[in-house]
T-cell receptor, first 117, second 116 residues
Framework: AQSVTQPDIHITVSEGASLELRCNYS??????LFWYVQSPGQGLQLLLK??????LVQGIKGFEAEFKRSQSSFNLRKPSVHWSDAAEYFC???????????????FGKGTKLSVKP | ETGVTQTPRHLVMGMTNKKSLKCEQH?????MYWYKQSAKKPLELMFV???????ENNSVPSRFSPECPNSSHLFLHLHTLQPEDSALYLC???????????????FGPGTRLTVT
């Protein structure tokens, strides 16, 4: 069965500092991986996705993520955090429809990011 | 309107009320989803409609009843809810092909439901 672990519930970084949010997944084949961001009172916005190919994926708002098969990880990074990045971040894994999969996404519990001035 | 919209944004209802949540997607997608988001719990998938047919119901209590009249609209009918049903209810849509592909889901802003 697919699963996603985000080990950090809450992270605080200083504005301008670099950021790395961790995500580990469990899936038997090459997964489809996603990072979403949720601002307070809002829905989830897609930051980036990995389906295949280059393991370093660029997303919106200056975020990137790297797929590492050997570590079953898909960590999210940003070189310099802005105060507006304060939000909750969700990693998700999915499998293509077919072969018993409905093509749904499994979400992690999220990591809340606080940014201090 | 663009993307995925949800109404109402906030809803307070008593345990004996009947209400409905509405979701509309303007993306031309053919699959729609209802999720429940509670504090300190991961997103819970409640219902999936693909090509207007319900394909998954993750053991959701019968007091929640979904309806998908066409590929652009999704409803969640609520009746005799419990206080523990208070949560943010999120709607999402995606493009789904029958096999071999998975596409990202696009989310609406959610309806904040409070059951008193």
């Amino acid at each position: 069965a697919q699963s996603v672990t985000q080990p950090d519930i809450h992270i605080t970084v200083s504005e301008g500092a670099s950021l790395e949010l961790r995500c580990n997944y469990s899936y038997g084949a090459t997964p489809y991986l996603f990072w979403y961001v949720q601002s307070p009172g809002q829905g989830l916005q897609l930051l980036l996705k990995y389906f295949s190919g280059d393991t370093l994926v660029q997303g919106i708002k200056g975020f990137e993520a790297e797929f590492k098969r050997s570590q079953s990880s898909f960590n999210l990074r940003k070189p310099s955090v802005h105060w507006s990045d304060a939000a909750e971040y969700f990693c998700a894994v999915g499998a293509p429809a077919g072969g018993g999969s409905q093509g749904n996404l499994i979400f992690g519990k999220g990591t809340k990011l606080s940014v201090k001035p | 309107e663009t993307g995925v919209t949800q109404t109402p944004r906030h809803l307070v209802m008593g345990m004996t009320n009947k209400k409905s949540l509405k979701c509309e997607q303007h993306l031309g997608h053919n699959a729609m989803y209802w999720y429940k988001q509670s504090a300190k719990k991961p997103l819970e998938l409640m219902f999936v409609y693909s090509l207007e047919e319900r394909v998954e119901n993750n053991s959701v209590p019968s007091r929640f009843s979904p309806e998908c009249p066409n590929s652009s609209h999704l409803f969640l009918h609520l009746h005799t809810l419990q206080p523990e049903d208070s949560a943010l209810y999120l709607c999402a849509s995606s493009q789904v092909v029958s096999t071999g592909a998975l596409y990202e889901q696009y989310f609406g802003p959610g309806t904040r439901l409070t059951v008193t």
